[in-house]
């Protein structure tokens, strides 16, 4: 997600093993990258979190090839979830919205989430991303101490 809009959600394969192959080769290269090329050419910074299959020998190579702008693994930020404005926005909201449902079966699982997906407004990510900066100097002011209660 960016000031430019959202990437469609990327569903795993069920039983498929997230690892750094699977992560480049289905998630990036056919899934996010292309979304995010078509929002923003190849103007755009691409940052991750610290999960195992994001810093692996094969898929910082893999960003370094195919993504203009990549924020090195030693300059990411804290895996912290007051730190990813996904982690302490959006999947709040979309949990809202989905947990509103019956959901039948997995097929409309992935419906409902899809169609939730489309109503989380543009606003609500431009306010997330924008509460970064301001998270970011708390988290250094608290030394890497989680910050929610600091919030207003």
Same mark, same amino acid.
């Given at each position: 997600m960016s000031h430019l809009g959202k990437a469609d959600l990327v569903f795993i394969q069920p039983g498929a093993k997230v690892n750094s192959i699977y992560y480049c080769?289905? =998630?990036l290269a056919k899934? *996010?990258?292309? =979304?995010?090329?078509?929002?923003?050419?190849?103007?755009f910074t691409f940052q991750q979190d610290g999960a195992p299959s994001h810093w692996s020998k094969h898929?910082?190579? @893999?960003?370094?090839?195919? /993504?203009?702008?990549? /924020? %090195?693994?030693?300059?990411?930020?804290?895996?912290?979830?007051?730190?990813?404005?996904?982690? @302490?926005?959006?999947?709040?909201?979309?949990?809202? *919205?989905? @947990?509103?449902?019956?959901?039948?079966?997995l097929e409309h699982l992935k419906e =409902?989430? %899809?169609?939730?997906?489309?109503? $989380?407004?543009?606003?609500?990510?431009?306010?997330? $991303?924008d509460q970064f900066s301001k998270r970011l100097t708390l988290v250094i002011r608290a030394q890497g101490g989680h910050i929610e209660h600091q919030l207003n």
């Open positions: 080769d289905e =998630v899934g *996010l990258l292309p =979304v995010v090329r078509h929002l923003s050419g190849n103007d898929t910082v190579p @893999y960003l370094k090839a195919n /993504v203009p702008n990549f /924020v %090195q693994p030693s300059n990411w930020p804290p895996n912290s979830p007051d730190l990813n404005p996904v982690n @302490y926005s959006i999947w709040g909201a979309l949990q809202q *919205l989905v @947990y509103r449902r019956k959901i039948r079966d =409902v989430l %899809q169609d939730c997906w489309t109503m $989380i407004s543009q606003d609500l990510v431009d306010t997330a $991303i």
